[in-house]
Structures are given as structure tokens and as C-alpha cells.
């Protein structure tokens, strides 16, 4: 294996993953995927920014054809649904006559804007009927060039950062279809392509394609002592970036949250989603939801937050820091969201009123 090696702080390594040259693949030999998404799960992203997707391909699992690369796109961007385009514009779109025809009103809009000119009005059109009715966007017809882009396009405007780990490769036969698909997936979409392979694969003959100046990720292991994702077990997809303004991809609660604040006349315009916020310790949190102006935050936390000593204290040690910083801070589990809305809407009502009275 030739080429530069991760001897360097995980950081800088993260970094040049990062910041990736679009049209090819790099390769990370023996690089942990626990310590990719360690790395960016505490990150926000802005909508000009590339978005890290993880995908992890197990031994029983293939993405060795267009179809099979496509299609986890398009569950990727069903998942992701109505938050395309880096926006809201179809938070209001149901599946109705009426709701399709706002859909359409969208589309056209979100294409006068500069950074979408790429976007296919035909193929979105159609797409949106396909999520709308619950199915992935696979449009019949189109081709396997244009889908790629308009997928990527509808997930994140910004483009993407595919992360792929391969667990295990078996065959020269394996590895042939590999590579042609995270090539096929470097030359023809708006995304940079890493490839994570497993120590001692590296003699099969097609990757020697791909090999030419690959790091040594071996050295690198996750970070502990932050949080990792949470998986999506009907998808290889293992994490998709947090974008700083939108509700989190995994999280249905935030989602809910996002459709309920964006209808009530009074919360609307008041907070806004994924927001960096500094702290008098020095300190920088990515928050759930923050209304900057009145200073106050809203955490919306899944079981991990609850089950883990140390992340129920680091998450106590925050509260403390943004206390501290001036900022009301309430925590709402994500059970408490998706089981009664209302209630956790009349919550964040309660805290803007007390803050508006004691301002």
C-alpha cells in the first residue's frame, strides 16, 4: 500500500476525510466506522457543506449494481422526507390531490433559486408522488446518471460524503463489483466517495484500482466519550450528518416536532433546529432546538441518553454550562414526543411565556 498514512491526530485524519476529492475514491485501510461517526456525530453541517453518509455492507449484503446503489439512496431520501432540499417546503404536502399540487408549487420554486438548476422538475415531480403515497423515490425511466444526482440533490443541496465500510470481502468477484460501483458513484454524482476496508484485504487484485495512495486508519479508534448514532436496521445506511437548521434524520421526534412548530402562529418563527451554541465556559453544544433571542433550548433525547451513566452526566454537566450561560433548558424524551405532542408543544408554549414574563 503506497501513499500518505493516518500517523497523525484523529482530527487532522477526520479532516482529510472531509475534505475529500470529489470524482475519485480514497481509501482508509482498517479504519473503525464507530470512529467516523463518533467524529461527526457531534457535528453540524451547513446546506453548502458536503453531508457524511455512513453505509456499512456486511457479508450478506451487495452494492454491487447501479440498482443496488440507488436504491439505498432512495430509502435514504424516503427517510428523509419532506425535509429535501435543505428546507421545509413540504412540511404542509399530504397525500391528497391538494397536497400534491403544493408539491409541485414547491418544486418549481426551490428551482428559481441558484443552487438548484440542477434540479429536474419531471424527475421530482414524480419522486414526490412516490414518498407521498410511502414508496422510495425510484423513478421508472430515468437514467441511472440522473436518478444519482437527483437523489443526492433531494438528501442534502450541498452534496454528499459516502462512507462506505466493507466488513468483509470473500472473492476477487466481490471486490470487482465494489469498486465498479464506488467508481460509478465518484464519476457520475455530486459526492466524494471513502472506502473503508478491512485490514487484510487488500491483496484481491481489483482494488489495486482503487489502492494508490491510501491511508493506514489502523491507529485510529472512536472517541468514548461521545455519543454514537443510532442505527437504522432496515437500511445499511448508519448515519446521515446533522444540517444545521433541520431536524435531526434519525430522530422521528424531532421530525414531529419540526410539522407541529412550523403550523402553531405563535412558535413558528421563533426557534430554530441543530443550532451551535457557545457557552461562558468556553464550551460549544450542538442543540436540538434553540430560540436564540430569548435564550431558550429545547433537548429532545432518545433512550441512550437515559440508559448510559456517563452520558447522563455529561449531558447534567451541559444543562449546567448553558444554565450557567443564561439559557432555559428543557429536556423532552423522544418517547414523550412521539406518545403526546400536544403536551411537549404546550411545554415549549409554557417556557417561551415564562421567558417573555421575566425578560
Not at 405563535?266 to 435564550?295: H, I, K, M, P
Not at 439559557?327 to 411537549?344: K, M, W
Request: net charge negative.
Amino acid at each position: 500500500m503506497s501513499g500518505r498514512h493516518a500517523q497523525e491526530a484523529p482530527g487532522s485524519l477526520m479532516e482529510a476525510i472531509l475534505h475529500a476529492r470529489a470524482g475519485k475514491v480514497s481509501v482508509y485501510i482498517g479504519l473503525s466506522s464507530d470512529a467516523v461517526t463518533a467524529h461527526f456525530s457531534g457535528a453540524d453541517f451547513a446546506i453548502h457543506e458536503r453531508l457524511p453518509l455512513m453505509v456499512r455492507i456486511g457479508p450478506e449484503q451487495a452494492m454491487e449494481t447501479d440498482d443496488e446503489v440507488l436504491a439505498l439512496l432512495a430509502s435514504t431520501a424516503l427517510d428523509n422526507w419532506p425535509f429535501w432540499y435543505g428546507g421545509e417546503g413540504f412540511l404542509t404536502c399530504e397525500n391528497t390531490s391538494a397536497g400534491r399540487e403544493l408539491a409541485r408549487i414547491e418544486i418549481h420554486h426551490i428551482r428559481k433559486d441558484g443552487p438548484f438548476h440542477d434540479l429536474a422538475p419531471d424527475w421530482a415531480e414524480r419522486a414526490v408522488d412516490l414518498v407521498l403515497s410511502g414508496r422510495p423515490p425510484s423513478v421508472a425511466g430515468i437514467p441511472a446518471q440522473i436518478q444519482l444526482q437527483q437523489l443526492c440533490l433531494a438528501i442534502h443541496p450541498g452534496g454528499l460524503l459516502m462512507i462506505v465500510e466493507i466488513s468483509r470481502l470473500d472473492s476477487d468477484d466481490q471486490a470487482r463489483g465494489l469498486v465498479r460501483s464506488l467508481e460509478w458513484l465518484a464519476e457520475n454524482g455530486p459526492l466524494a466517495v471513502i472506502a473503508l476496508l478491512p485490514v487484510g484485504s487488500t491483496h484481491y487484485l481489483p482494488l489495486q484500482r482503487i489502492l494508490y495512495g491510501a491511508y493506514d486508519g489502523a491507529l485510529v479508534t472512536a472517541d468514548s466519550d461521545r455519543a454514537k448514532p443510532r442505527t437504522n436496521t432496515k437500511s445499511p445506511v448508519e448515519f446521515l450528518g446533522t444540517v444545521r437548521g433541520r431536524p435531526h434524520h434519525n430522530s422521528r421526534a424531532e421530525q414531529r416536532l419540526a410539522v407541529v412548530i412550523r403550523r402553531d402562529p405563535e412558535l413558528s418563527y421563533l426557534f430554530a433546529f441543530n443550532q451551535s451554541v457557545e457557552t461562558v465556559r468556553g464550551s460549544r453544544y450542538c442543540v436540538d432546538l434553540v430560540w436564540r433571542e430569548g435564550r431558550v433550548l429545547v433537548e429532545v433525547d432518545g433512550e441512550q441518553h437515559y440508559g448510559d451513566v456517563e452520558k447522563y452526566d455529561a449531558d447534567r454537566q451541559r444543562d449546567y454550562e448553558l444554565n450557567l450561560s443564561g439559557y432555559l433548558v428543557l429536556r423532552l424524551s423522544s418517547n414523550a414526543v412521539l406518545r403526546d405532542t400536544p403536551q411537549c408543544l404546550d411545554k415549549i408554549r409554557d417556557f417561551v411565556k415564562y421567558r417573555r414574563a421575566n425578560w
